[in-house]
């Protein structure tokens, strides 16, 4: 069962402390283990154009108007005053508005966008789960920004022994519809990886409008071990299809299928890590919502301790400290201690973690942030 629950809450990493292997386990069967044919149909992505080209235009006016003289210098010539009269308002009159208005329009959203009038149109579904902050399925402000990523330093027994790092990537279509990217890295250091190597890497991409999984793919390089893994959240069958392959140090290769029901609005074992961020995270709440894994359905509960000040190499944080507990078929599991520090903000960003593992503690702290852009 502990196996189970290592994966949440970026807890996996701590199996990479219990060998003593050197680099990653390669394969030249490394291709095959990661086709998955019927992945691939029933996830279909598609990017989407940003607004990048437009926020391009605006540094691209302000170097052109040095080369607006030019136009100026008709003016002077008082021997065609019908000419310059015209050419004067339609010159700068145009080229001074986009200037000034572009880049107003963005500050102003940003503004007012997360903050609407409170709405609550019956109770928010699944009726498990928290309504405060939310108009329906949508939180009332957006945690998210893309281009956002955290870096945190991992150490076990207070060596460093790598970094994780937590990303949103730009916006994707999924299945024709918007979703976020979310992405995970794991990548041990080169003193730690004489002991045990480490290159893992997970994605999933989730809904924009009701923030439901359309998928979680996990590509693990280790010393003792190969792994890919690929799960769909089936919303129209509400089936969760769960594919794993993994070969380890012997060439031992293993396959693992499981099907399982769906709950409404379940999150993956790395989408549940990012959800927890739209909740109003107030001390003394519980949040709860519901979690599909490995053919289990299983209720976390996000308890919110207290406030803490975190003092960090980046400088002091105001946060806010919570504690996720598992319920498995209705029976609480012990976990050992697992703790978050997130930012005391709307953004909600992970700075801190710790967890106890069979020996000793693996602890996260910041050392880099991005906050992306609005």
Request: charged letters at 30%.
């Amino acid at each position: 069962m502990k196996q189970l629950l290592k994966p949440f809450f970026i807890v996996a990493l701590s199996v990479v402390l219990f060998s003593c292997s050197s680099r990653p386990l390669t394969s030249d069967r490394e291709e095959d283990l990661s086709q998955f044919e019927d992945y691939d149909k029933l996830i279909v992505v598609e990017s989407i154009e940003t607004t990048e080209p437009e926020k391009r235009e605006s540094p691209e006016l302000a170097p052109s108007e040095p080369a607006q003289p030019p136009t100026a210098a008709p003016p002077p010539s008082p021997v065609a005053p019908k000419a310059p009269p015209k050419a004067a308002p339609k010159a700068s009159a145009p080229k001074a508005a986009p200037v000034a208005k572009a880049p107003e329009k963005p500050i102003e959203q940003t503004v007012e966008d997360p903050a609407p009038p409170p709405q609550t149109s019956g109770p928010r579904q699944p009726e498990l789960e928290d309504s405060e902050g939310f108009v329906g399925r949508r939180p009332l402000r957006d945690p998210f920004r893309v281009g956002e990523r955290v870096t945190l330093s991992v150490s076990y027994f207070r060596v460093v022994a790598g970094t994780l790092d937590l990303e949103v990537l730009p916006f994707v279509q999924v299945n024709g519809e918007k979703s976020y990217h979310f992405r995970l890295m794991a990548k041990s250091n080169n003193f730690f990886s004489r002991i045990y190597s480490v290159e893992d890497t997970a994605e999933t991409f989730v809904n924009f409008e009701d923030l439901r999984p359309y998928n979680m793919s996990m590509s693990i390089r280790e010393s003792r071990q190969m792994k890919e893994i690929r799960s769909v959240h089936n919303w129209e069958t509400m089936i969760v299809n769960y594919r794993e392959r993994s070969l380890n140090r012997r060439g031992r290769e293993s396959n693992r299928d499981f099907e399982w029901e769906l709950l409404p609005y379940a999150q993956n074992v790395l989408s549940g890590t990012f959800y927890m961020r739209n909740f109003t995270l107030t001390p003394g709440k519980t949040i709860e919502y519901h979690v599909a894994d490995r053919g289990k359905n299983i209720v976390v509960q996000i308890d919110v301790l207290r406030r803490e000040t975190l003092k960090t190499d980046l400088g002091e944080f105001q946060t806010v400290v919570v504690q996720p507990r598992f319920e498995i078929d209705g029976v609480f599991r012990p976990t050992g201690d697992i703790f978050f520090w997130l930012t005391d903000d709307d953004r909600k960003l992970i700075v801190r973690f710790s967890a106890d593992v069979r020996i000793g503690q693996v602890v996260g702290q910041v050392i880099g942030i991005e906050k992306g852009r609005p």
